[in-house]
């Protein structure tokens, strides 16, 4: 996808967090059977909880974990800014006052010229989608989220402050062309790495940019309409700490919590945001790790990613002794 910006869009650029957003993407989580690749299984409660009817029409409009396509707009509501339950009340707001227009048209989109499930398209019909899947949200962020929310909350904010200092000190520019490997910016051109090949100009377009948490490691943009966009990014959260031990005797501070990080799979340039290091000086230690075995990589699509191999882990598992 390729954006380009104009002078009063980039001025309207901001930062924030959104409740939704993590929502529903961590009810795509429980719809799966693998769990979140870090933050585990949501658990039977999160699963309950899909069985109510406004709850599961909504898991009906949701795209699967690790399938692009389009989810309707009306799933992805601009955060504004605030504390998080003013935040939250204000997307179900957004959600419920949907038109049902506009609520017909997303599900067209969301189902093309497959057929619409017959639950879905009785809740268009008589015009009730856009409240059901309001209240089927907040079902599911009180019985599934609710307690795991300030754990994701404090993630949230440590990634919108980090954001927040590099746009103070290097501009919009720098901030857009940092956020991830698929995000690049370029002369006023934002271009978003995917299968999708689409091509629009922003003019006086109130851009959001949104950390994700429960997302990970999935990039997403909404346009939403002529006057918003939203462009939600994987937020990269603090370094793990205290499981190097000794290790970092033999092979490095750097090199030692680097190899820590490689629970899941991550690529150079993620290992670089998180860990405060140059890329190349991160390539030079990745290389190490995997002539010595300890590491193992595998290409996605244009992303090279690595991850610790089954040696890495009894590494960094067992304690050293005599080192």
Do not use: N
Not at 87 to 101: C, D, G, N, S, W
Not at 162 to 184: F, K, N, Q, Y
Not at 195 to 215: C, G, K, N, Y
């Amino acid at each position: 996808m390729v954006a380009r910006l104009d002078g009063l869009s980039l001025a309207r650029l901001r930062l924030a967090a959104s409740p939704v957003a993590e929502a529903t993407h961590w009810m795509r989580v429980a719809l799966t059977r693998s769990g979140h690749p870090v933050h585990g299984d949501p658990g039977p409660v999160a699963r309950a909880a899909l069985r109510h009817p406004d709850t599961a029409l909504v898991a009906q409009l949701l795209t699967p974990v690790g399938q692009p396509g389009y989810m309707p707009d009306l799933l992805t509501p601009k955060p504004e800014s605030g504390p998080s339950a003013t935040v939250l009340e204000r997307q179900f707001a957004a959600i419920a006052a949907t038109p049902a227009e506009q609520v017909a048209a997303q599900v067209a989109a969301r189902y093309g010229r497959r057929p619409v499930p017959p639950t879905v398209r009785t809740a268009v019909a008589d015009g009730a989608l856009a409240t059901r899947v309001a209240a089927g949200l907040r079902r599911f962020w009180q019985e599934a989220l609710a307690d795991r929310w300030p754990q994701v909350r404090t993630l949230l904010d440590a990634e919108l402050a980090e954001r927040a200092t590099r746009m103070a000190a290097g501009g919009v520019g720098s901030l857009l062309d940092d956020l991830h490997p698929t995000i690049h910016w370029t002369a006023g051109t934002l271009t978003v790495e995917s299968r999708f090949r689409t091509e629009t100009t922003l003019s006086d377009t109130e851009v959001v940019v949104t950390p994700s948490v429960l997302a990970w490691p999935q990039v997403t943009v909404q346009l939403c309409d002529a006057r918003d966009a939203v462009l939600t990014y994987p937020a990269a959260g603090p370094p793990p700490s205290g499981r190097r031990g000794r290790l970092g005797d033999l092979v490095g501070v750097s090199r030692a919590d680097i190899l820590a990080d490689l629970d899941v799979p991550r690529s150079t340039g993620e290992l670089s945001r998180r860990h405060h290091l140059a890329p190349a000086t991160v390539s030079y230690h990745l290389g190490v790790l995997l002539r010595s075995g300890l590491v193992r990589r595998r290409r996605d699509r244009h992303l090279v990613l690595y991850q610790r191999s089954t040696s890495g882990d009894s590494l960094v598992d067992r304690p050293l002794v005599g080192v």
